[in-house]
T-cell receptor, first 115, second 112 residues
């Protein structure tokens, strides 16, 4: 079965640079979520989109922005990168219309390292 | 959102049944209990969800007493590959955007 695809899988950036992470949800899933997991930490919710509209916002820094496109893929844009942004970034998708949106399917993650 | 409390770590041996209990004293009427599993450097994976009594699937069972203030995830006959972090989450239905709030999970170590 198709899973959530994230790219790139690994990314190394310098401080103050920008990064773009991409997420391709499972086909026919209408909701995308972004989570950040720092070393030794639990996943933290950043932001979510339902039908291309932002549906919720968590602890996402102002330096970060995200959007969901017409084909339902999503991009997380990160600017002015800081050392503390080094983390695993997970994208998850679910089907809100199925009524079981708490069953989220997570991608393999993008490991961002800021030097 | 109801706060959850679960043990930080547990040890077990292959072939044993493992029970992880989660407390959620402030659970609301329309809240569901959901469990996720996470292996190192991988995304969390949905295991099971329930509202009350007992739910069973091919992976685990979830026991929820009548007062719903706690729940127990039961993993039958664990193997080394079940070594992972297990998260108990309380999820509100109806009007919820779906975000998952992860607290401190339980690190299960299965030994040979």
């Amino acid at each position: 079965a198709a899973g959530v695809i994230q790219s790139p899988r690994h990314l190394i950036k310098e401080k103050r640079e920008t990064a773009t992470l991409k997420c391709y949800p499972i086909p026919r899933h209408d909701t995308v979520y972004w989570y950040q997991q720092g070393p030794g930490q639990d996943p933290q919710f950043l932001i979510s989109f339902y039908e291309k509209m932002q549906s919720d916002k968590g602890s996402i820094p102002d330096r970060f922005s995200a959007q969901q496109f017409s084909d339902y893929h999503s991009e997380l844009n990160m600017s002015s990168l800081e050392l503390g942004d080094s983390a695993l970034y997970f994208c998850a998708s679910s089907s809100h219309t199925s009524g079981n949106y708490n069953e989220q399917f997570f991608g393999p993650g993008t490991r961002l390292t800021v030097l | 959102l109801a706060k959850t409390t679960q043990p930080i770590s547990m040890d077990s041996y292959e072939g044993q049944e493992v029970n992880i209990t989660c407390s959620h004293n402030n659970i609301a009427t329309n809240d569901y209990i959901t469990w996720y599993q996470q292996f190192p450097s991988q995304g969390p994976r949905f295991i099971i969800q329930g509202y009350k009594t007992k739910v069973t699937n091919e992976v685990a069972s979830l026991f929820i007493p009548a007062d719903r203030k706690s729940s127990t995830l039961s993993l039958p006959r664990v193997s080394l590959s079940d070594t992972a972090v297990y998260y108990c989450l309380v999820f509100s239905a109806g009007g919820n955007t779906g975000k998952l709030i992860f607290g401190q999970g339980t690190t299960l170590q299965v030994k040979p």
